[in-house]
């Protein structure tokens, strides 16, 4: 189905051509001041000077050869070069009936294929607050590339062959010293079981690391069991293995609990099979050199304002870096997956190494196509001092004590507004409500900007918050659940076409988001729909309407509503409720 926005931009070119302008790039976009139109095309403007004319007669030349539709009714132009239009209501009315009834009626396979990291939660370790944003951002950027007809596959990219892999091997042999993970003779198979459980495991990694931090020799000892890992010993290969398996389990968990989900559960340790193979390639083709004993890649470029350090394939020592690794998951994701574009969704804070690396692979053309490499940065979640959000001992917040804080104001909130209702009731309600508070928030703000940690104003069931769209909702089906089901002929009263544009402005909004991997503006429109029906069922008698087609209307536009407002939230990966 062609949408509204479509129709119009194809509309408004025709009529630019027919009156001697040949441009390929001509848009309507929303008029600034509703009593002169519901939308408005300003390309006039920009044509002036490539015309050698004033914005005015272009618009007017415009306007005189639009072709005849059913769309646009009194059109205008007004200063100093603006087409401005409203839209018919019968036209309005049918295009709701046909595309808000079903609002993924214009999902468009495009054919592209790409691959989305998001997650980058390291192994062994507990997730904390600054795994929350990648999970949002790149969970909902994944949903709406998929709903406009990319096909995606998402990765969580685990830290599992790094320094914290030593040191839960070292709390188990500290624990266990005479297990045969540690016995270099050992020749046999190894248990199937994990020597150690869950709870162990939590509280394993936070324990050394503390330690090896105070005492020197412990940490020596610590990375010596690393390389020896990573050189391949097997004994600490096994126990690795049950310490992966075991933190994709609990790692996993805490992703289900905010709706992120991946198709890939893979770690920088399954690109090792092609590191080696890239270091060869480097090398042996001559785009490296050395430095201080290290091999590195030059990469800055001419025009840069800042230094760009070089990109660093191995260390003085001649040991791959996590650099390298990067390099290697790149060659693996297009051979592997034959990928058009690969999306990192990280913290601003990691620019620089993304920079590095796309700029290398650039350059040593690796690749056997040409794949766009995008870098999509988030700012920090912050604390009332603006630095990034930490306990009072100064720890990153754990991601389960944050959400612990969200529920509890969530239990505060339903309990005052909803005291008849059950416990269990209130529980299951809140759980709802905290994530779309959490999650809401962190949607909301451009992600390149900071966002400030307010549990009240996050949890709040009015302004800008999940809460406020979850309430919404059920307001909607509490209105439908005391009417029948609804017949008749749809039209569109002057008092509701306010309702009924912001409804179809959600075609912008997506686009939007699509296009600037950015979800808040799927946030914006939410609330601004929100806003619209909240207006307009303060305005209206629905229940108790006696006009059977403003009745019919009216029960029309609060379904189209609800619809819209679910997907909405779909589409930012948050569970809605049909009562509060």
Not at 129 to 140: F, Q
Not at 534 to 562: D, H, P, Q
Request: net charge negative; proline share 3%; glycine share 6%.
């Amino acid at each position: 189905m062609e949408l509204i926005t479509e129709k119009l931009n194809n509309i408004f070119l025709k009529a630019f051509r027919d009156a001697g302008y040949d441009e390929q790039d001509i848009k309507v976009g929303e008029c600034a001041i509703e009593k002169f139109g519901d939308f408005s095309c300003q390309s006039p403007l920009f044509l002036a000077k490539k015309y050698y004319k004033a914005p005015l007669i272009i618009a007017n030349d415009v306007l005189s050869h639009l072709p005849q539709n059913e769309i646009i009714k009194d059109a205008t132009v007004a200063s100093p070069g603006y087409i401005n239009f409203f839209v018919d209501d019968k036209y309005l009315a049918k295009y709701l009936q046909e595309y808000l009834f079903d609002v993924d009626k214009a999902r468009k396979a495009t054919g592209k294929k790409m691959l989305i990291d998001y997650g980058g939660a390291n192994c062994a370790k507990p997730l904390h607050v600054g795994h929350l944003r990648s999970a949002d951002i790149g969970e909902s950027i994944k949903r709406i590339r998929k709903y406009m007809g990319d096909e995606c596959i998402a990765d969580v990219h685990l830290g599992d062959w790094g320094l914290q892999m030593g040191m839960v091997i070292y709390a188990v042999w500290e624990k266990h010293p005479d297990l045969v993970y540690f016995d270099q003779e050992y020749t046999g198979e190894y248990p199937t079981q994990p020597p150690f459980s869950m709870e162990e495991l939590k509280v394993m990694y936070p324990d050394i690391s503390k330690r090896s931090k105070e005492d020197e020799n412990l940490h020596e000892k610590v990375q010596q069991i690393t390389y020896e890992l990573q050189q391949g010993r097997r004994g600490y290969v096994a126990l690795w293995r049950h310490i992966i398996n075991a933190s994709k389990k609990l790692i996993k968990q805490d992703y289900d609990k905010l709706n992120a989900h991946f198709d890939l559960w893979l770690g920088e340790s399954d690109s090792k099979v092609y590191q080696d193979e890239v270091i060869d390639y480097v090398i042996k083709n001559g785009y490296s050199r050395k430095s201080d004993g290290a091999t590195i890649v030059d990469i800055s470029l001419p025009e840069d304002k800042a230094t760009i350090p070089p990109f660093m394939l191995l260390n003085s020592a001649g040991s791959a870096l996590y650099s390298t690794t990067e390099l290697a998951t790149i060659v693996q994701r297009e051979r592997e997956h034959n990928v058009d574009e690969i999306m990192y969704v990280v913290d601003n804070r990691q620019e620089l190494h993304f920079v590095q690396a796309f700029r290398c692979v650039k350059k040593i053309n690796i690749l056997k196509k040409d794949i766009v490499l995008q870098f999509v940065g988030f700012g920090t979640m912050n604390g009332p001092d603006g630095k990034p959000y930490k306990t009072r001992d100064g720890k990153a917040m754990g991601l389960d004590e944050l959400m612990g804080m969200v529920k509890s104001k969530a239990l505060e909130k339903v309990r005052e507004s909803r005291p008849d209702y059950s416990q269990h009731e209130i529980e299951n309600i809140s759980d709802v409500v905290a994530l779309s508070a959490l999650k809401f928030a962190d949607l909301s703000v451009l992600r390149t900007k900071d966002l400030m940690f307010d549990v009240d104003k996050f949890c709040s069931f009015e302004g800008k918050t999940g809460p406020y769209i979850l309430y919404t909702i059920t307001r909607a089906n509490s209105i439908l659940a005391k009417v029948e089901k609804p017949s008749g002929d749809f039209c569109l009263l002057d008092e509701d076409r306010k309702l009924a544009l912001c409804l179809i402005k959600f075609t912008d909004s997506i686009k939007q988001a699509y296009e600037k991997s950015a979800p808040s503006y799927l946030c914006d429109y939410a609330y601004n729909l929100a806003n619209e029906f909240n207006t307009f069922y303060g305005k209206s008698s629905i229940i108790y309407e006696t006009n059977e087609t403003k009745k019919y209307s009216k029960i029309m536009l609060t379904n189209y509503t609800k619809n819209m407002l679910k997907k909405c939230m779909e589409l930012l990966a948050i569970n809605t409720l049909e009562k509060m």
